[in-house]
């Protein structure tokens, strides 16, 4: 497995973690509707821009256009079914924002649990079918070399230390949720 797309299987990694901690949540014995919609707002934040401006942002600005260089077809082919579930996962995440704004929980609940779905199911057809097809096509140094756009893209979109204070946020609601 090449750099690049190793650092994108550690991101999902991360991401179906953080789906745990919701399943833990929305199944939690003691409700604490504060405490849920504290998280929830901390969520929503951690969906806009671990998940969506990093993660999807390395794979929208990097690595599929390396995928398109190289022939793969957006199109109609698995690249375009991918970018249309980033941008149902953008409205998901918007939804879920709005439901935050009017405190209102179960509305939340509803959108987490679509988005989790979403996810869950995005992140298994791009592990097994994209990503596998992109570590044939793509050499162990291009994929060094498309790493090091990711570490740029990290830096110049979401900022120094970002990534690094999301994941301690993880262990933050690990702590909450029991995890």
Request: with cysteine.
């Amino acid at each position: 497995m090449g750099k690049a797309i190793q650092d994108l299987l550690n991101e999902h990694e991360a991401i179906l973690h953080v789906f745990s901690i919701l399943d833990n949540m929305l199944t939690s014995p003691i409700p604490d509707e504060k405490r849920d919609l504290i998280f929830g707002d901390e969520l929503v934040n951690f969906l806009t821009v671990f998940a969506d401006k990093c993660h999807h942002g390395k794979e929208e600005d990097v690595l599929f256009k390396e995928l398109e260089n190289l022939g793969v077809p957006n199109e109609g082919g698995p690249i375009g079914a991918m970018l249309q579930e980033h941008v149902m996962g953008r409205q998901l995440i918007a939804l879920m924002r709005e439901a935050l704004l009017s405190a209102d929980l179960a509305t939340f609940k509803l959108h987490a649990i679509e988005y989790r779905d979403l996810l869950r199911s995005h992140i298994w057809k791009e592990n097994t079918i994209l990503f596998s097809l992109a570590d044939e096509l793509i050499s162990d140094a291009r994929q060094m070399e498309l790493f090091e756009k990711f570490e740029a893209h990290e830096e110049n979109v979401i900022g120094h230390g970002v990534h690094e204070q999301l994941h301690a946020q993880i262990h933050v609601w690990e702590g909450l949720y029991h995890l």
